[in-house]
């Protein structure tokens, strides 16, 4: 009776022949996808509403299609011009871009070194974090006239400036990524032979690596969010510049234009380090 039973075809019960629900079919970065989508549109549609509605006048905010017309104004050439302010859209966004990477990447070259000397000597820690936090804790345009007396205004006083925004996040994270080491992990790469070098190369590097991706993209989001007083001075070509401009002829939809693509840029170049982060340290996880 019982081999009867388990020959026969097993008929899919209610639960089974209830359909999935449409969430479940999709993945994760599916539904990421849809919901940044989603949340874009209702943006977009909010910002439309508020400008047809005349709630505040065009100088306040500024219809989404004249923004739009400033974006294919900054791509072509017009009544003689080329793009805005003699330079096109893409112009200026790379010469942003190529002083955020200089300052960037000179400040991970002095901040690793300078923070792994912060965490293993003692001395030299004593003396200059506070330095270090001193200069973490001054806005750009304090001493951005300084620069500019020592260096010009040309793109030298422009990429320190960037430099010392950038210079704080990566070194502290490299120091507080070394004392956040187990002491039983170096222990023990010592008592199995290993000497100083060995145990920076092999042990202290790997631990620190995760942190130093944080500072690293720490130091991109402060570099952006000071570009625009970089360029306050000479900052044309540059989308900082551009922006800095506006407030001449209160030009708002260019200014809109300028934030949004500050903001695209730097969600590009932060994707751009996760990646990266993701294949250099794959045991971080991902988020």
Request: hydrophobic share 50%; glycine share 8%; aromatic share 12%.
């Amino acid at each position: 009776m019982s081999d009867t039973a388990s020959t026969l075809p097993q008929t899919p019960t209610a639960a089974a022949r209830r359909p999935v629900p449409w969430s479940l079919h999709r993945s994760p970065r599916a539904r990421r996808i849809a919901l940044r989508t989603l949340s874009l549109a209702v943006f977009l549609g909010a910002w439309w509403l508020v400008a047809e509605l005349n709630v505040w006048s065009d100088l306040f905010v500024p219809d989404p299609t004249a923004v739009f017309d400033r974006l294919i104004d900054g791509e072509t050439t017009h009544n003689g011009a080329r793009g805005l302010s003699g330079y096109y859209l893409h112009e200026h966004l790379w010469h942003s871009l190529w002083r955020i990477l200089r300052g960037v990447g000179w400040a991970i070259v002095f901040g690793v070194p300078l923070g792994l000397l912060l965490a293993t000597v003692t001395p030299f820690r004593v003396i200059f974090e506070p330095y270090v936090t001193f200069v973490r804790a001054l806005p750009p345009l304090a001493y951005f006239s300084l620069l500019i007396i020592w260096f010009g205004i040309e793109d030298a006083s422009k990429v320190w400036l960037l430099f010392l925004a950038a210079f704080p996040p990566i070194t502290l994270s490299v120091l507080h990524g070394v004392r956040g080491i187990p002491r039983r992990q170096l222990d023990g790469a010592l008592a199995l032979g290993a000497n100083r070098w060995q145990v920076t190369r092999f042990v202290v590097l790997p631990s620190v690596l995760p942190e130093l991706f944080t500072g690293i993209r720490l130091a991109i989001g402060f570099a952006w969010t000071t570009i625009v007083a970089a360029e306050t001075v000479d900052g044309i070509p540059g989308i900082g510049g551009l922006a800095w401009e506006t407030k001449k002829f209160q030009q708002t939809d260019v200014a809109v234009l300028c934030i949004v693509l500050i903001g695209l840029s730097a969600i590009v170049l932060d994707q751009l380090v996760r990646a990266l982060e993701q294949r250099v340290v794959p045991w971080r996880g991902k988020s």
